[in-house]
DNA sequence: TTTTAATATAATATATTTATAATATCATAA
DNA sequence: TTATGATATTATAAATATATTATATTAAAA
């Protein structure tokens, strides 16, 4: 099985990738720039997070290369840099959206 | 934003689920059963886990209820028991097999 | 040029995860 | 029945992740 002996290969970056998907906050802040860019304060009045512990995920996901930022004066704007966190997004609001999706009447 | 509002509902489960997926281990032995049912020893063959190591994976895939297992006489058969693993190993392969799938005859 | 708003970094405590070692269970074969 | 193979469970140690507290940086406003 050659795909395997490929996973294998790539199981640790894989896993690595899966770890910022492994964490609600890391999650919720996932889900909510992928709606769109947002700035940090932005982002923490969405989530509710604590300022310190919301910079250090973002700073986790900055580092694993799912995000990046541009600096707009004092702001700065996160935002999803790499397309495979949406693939993966897709699939979980697949799996624990799906009733959403496909009754939007539904409340 | 309402898919964000259930998102916030579901994100700890979410992440829960997506923990399985982020340990190289467990990450090798979903690959291994999803391409079908396998018994521990086979799994710890493939995979070089420990088997004390992997039946306490196999555990905690099975209390997740990603897989789950029926016995034929001394061996237990372990295999994928929620489709939704293969949502996620699917978008998995296609971020990190890509160019294998895509060129078959590539070493 | 001092203050303030926005954000990051560092240090630390706490919790969670993972691996390892030892032992137990359970089904079958001898 | 006893021994053996297959697997699970328990206990514990080691590693990793997360949250918290305190402090630093940086840009802009006063």
Chains 1, 2 share one sequence.
Do not use: W
């Not at 995000?67 to 495979?84: A, C, M």
């Amino acid at each position: 099985m050659q795909t395997l002996d490929h996973m294998q290969e790539k199981a640790v970056a894989a896993s690595e990738f899966m770890k910022c998907f492994a964490s609600p906050h890391r999650l919720m802040i996932l889900c909510h720039l992928a709606q769109g860019e947002k700035n940090v304060s932005e982002l923490i009045e969405l989530t509710g997070i604590p300022q310190t512990s919301m910079s250090q995920h973002l700073s986790k996901l900055k580092n694993e290369g799912l995000v990046d930022f541009e600096r707009d004066h004092r702001l700065l704007i996160y935002s999803i840099s790499n397309p495979d966190v949406l693939k993966i997004m897709d699939a979980i609001y697949d799996i624990y959206c799906k009733e959403f999706i496909d009754d939007p009447d539904k409340k």
